[in-house]
């Protein structure tokens, strides 16, 4: 065995060096477990971690016991779910029967050894009934707030960076073994033992199920293994405050530094010295960082941001979902989601729908017809055989005319419609064909978006805008404020925002129509989740160009498909034609 010095967590019982192993079959490791086999193993904790490429291919795991780490390399491409008797002790390991497996993601470590070596997993998600990342959990758990940035950084850097690089391995070793750690800390035990405590089972999914998730979080993985771990800021201005902190000005929206726990701000001086800090407060363009900076005349030349940005509303509650469905309170063939079947189980047995092709024409913008195309669209939207509409319309076909004559006849049904875009942009370019065809609506928008930044761009919409934030938190005036709201617009992440739900936003006006713009920038994945949390939603209808920008991240991961690319939809595809210069939206 070898030895590894470490700092990270601190404290009277917790020792400064941890011993490892390395095995290069799967028969190495299970030799070197057998030990495990004694004891009770109902009190036993085993930390899990693995390392995935940027390819998305599993090359190491890690299983931390006590305090020693047993690592295994998995040499991609090579079948390793051998058959002997002895593996029989790697079966119940993963198994969860020789100790209970803990680990942050579960879903994904999980996943990603079962696609490996074929064997199921049975393990808890760390940290127990939160979405804290392993940083801030340590820092909750036993202080030192200075160790966080560098705990997160074990598990948030880029796979690219460590590529042969034995760095990989050392990381990997205290991944595993912090997460035992804080699963064995007294607070987590407690809530690791209690019933309401499940474990994540990859057994509970199909061999069809199975793979249809992992495809979906290998994307995820690959994706996000390309995104930058170090964003440079555009400023225009900082200031040092009398009680220490540093006011950056931000320059640009998209390289705005953000509030957040789990980043790092580095600022540079014009004598190259750095100082790091973290934002702890944002206030339209200005960000207010705490430094370790001093006050100081020297300027600041160069800022940027190191680290992970805390994961958005989307992405928790993707993830969320899917650490449901391996624990069994979730599944992909319940009846209450039947547009999860539609899009990812129907396949071959999914019916073909007549197409529309002589649909009453019906008027737009100043009683102007819509042209047969656009008649035909609004009518597949309006009928109830096709779960599915799938609208094809390069620019100048008039999609959001279409959109607003369909949410016209939508209220007209007394039906309620939420519209949605991949950006806000989008959803602004809607909201005001909304207003010309004479539609009421609310349009939900950030402060983040909004505030300071974007302001100007809702002139003519800002009488039916409401900043997410200033939603009130007195349900009669909730009620008074979206009671009589038929449609609603906002982006697709913010139908994941914990507000909306919390002040029964979606209870006062229910998801039964959802039209989606923009619809070739946006992965199938994105729709999981949404179609998982509505069980009023009766219609999909999703408008978008193939042949402009695909979904975002494909570049990174290549097998990532858009609406516009599931064979069994194309009879649910209408294509819209070119309309009259004076019909554009």
Known sequence: MSTLAQAYLKGSTIPTTLDWSLFSTPAELATALEELSTGPSNTRVIGLATHVTKDGILEFIALAVDNKVFVMYTPPG??????????????????????????????RLAMSIKQAMGYDVRGFDLPPGSTKSPGLSAYKLFGHPS????????????????????????????????SLRLATHPTWMKKLEINSCVAAETSRLSAMHFKIIFQMLNEVHRMDAAK????????????????????????????????????????VDKDGKEYSGKAQGVRGKQTFVKSSRSNSSKSIQHVRVLGREELTNAETARNGFLLHLLQGKRTLLSPEYPFIRHLWLAGKSMPSYAQIT??????????????????????AMLERASPFVIAHGPPGTGKTTTISVAAREICDLRETVWIVAQSNVGVKNIA????KHGVDFKLLVSKEFHFEWHEHIYEDVNDHLIRTDEIPDDPRHVDLLFSRTRVVLCTLSTLSNPTLTGKRIFELVPVENLVVDEASQIGVFDYLSVFGKFKELQKVSLFGDPKQLPPYGQDAAPSLQSIFDIPHLKSSSYFLDMQCLYLRA
């Open 432 to 435: 005001e064909s909304l207003c």
């Open 78 to 107: 090579k079948k390793l779910k051998e058959r002997a008797s002895r593996i029989d002790c790697l079966e119940r390991i993963f198994g969860g029967r020789m100790g209970r497996i803990v680990g942050f993601g579960i879903v």
């Open 147 to 178: 160790n966080a940035f560098t705990i997160d950084n074990l598990w948030d850097y880029q796979p690219a960076e460590l590529e042969a690089d034995n760095r990989r391995v050392k990381y990997l070793c205290f991944r595993a073994w912090i």
């Open 358 to 379: 002589h649909a009453t024409i019906r008027k737009g913008q100043n009683g102007r017809p819509l042209n047969q195309s656009q008649a035909n669209v609004v009518e």
């Open 228 to 267: 930058s771990r170090t964003v440079d800021n555009d400023f225009s201005a900082v200031q040092h405050t009398k009680d220490g902190q540093v006011v950056i000005h931000n320059e640009r929206f998209k390289t705005r530094v953000r509030q957040s726990e789990t980043t790092k701000v580095v600022l």
